[in-house]
């Protein structure tokens, strides 16, 4: 079983900073890419940013140079720093992660978190 845990979400005003958190665990024999992405009201389910096991990063272009994703592989966590907010960043955010749950298996499962409401008020 894994277990996808989310944190960090909120309120804030336009301007300022959030970072979101996100922990798997569970019986995990490694974790590939993990992800964040986002759905705002009457919108689709939108990439945010994705990190490598060895921390290759990607972001969508309405957050580069705002958002940055990591991640602390001891501690299976992925991380999001928001800075800058807008009031367009309101959304729903998830976390993903691509998990192998056996070492002579080559199958990924994608697990998702519930997501963490994130609101940024002008």
């Known amino acids: 079983q894994v277990q996808v845990v989310e944190s960090g979400g909120g309120l804030v005003q336009a301007g300022g900073s959030l970072r979101l958190s996100c922990v798997v665990s569970?019986?995990?024999?490694?974790?590939?890419?993990m992800g964040w992405y986002r759905q705002g009201p009457g919108k689709q389910r939108d990439l945010v940013a994705t990190?490598?096991?060895?921390?290759?990063?990607n972001y969508a272009d309405a957050v580069k140079g705002r958002f940055t994703v990591s991640r602390d592989n001891t501690k299976n966590t992925v991380y999001l720093q928001m800075n800058s907010l807008k009031p367009e960043d309101t959304a729903v955010y998830y976390c993903?992660?691509?998990?192998?749950?056996?070492?002579?298996?080559?199958?990924?499962?994608?697990?998702w978190g519930q997501g963490t409401q994130v609101s940024v008020s002008s």
């Open positions: 993903n992660a691509d998990v192998t749950l056996a070492y002579n298996s080559d199958n990924f499962f994608r697990y």
């Open positions: 569970g019986s995990i024999f490694s974790i590939g890419p």
């Open positions: 990190v490598t096991h060895r921390g290759t990063s």
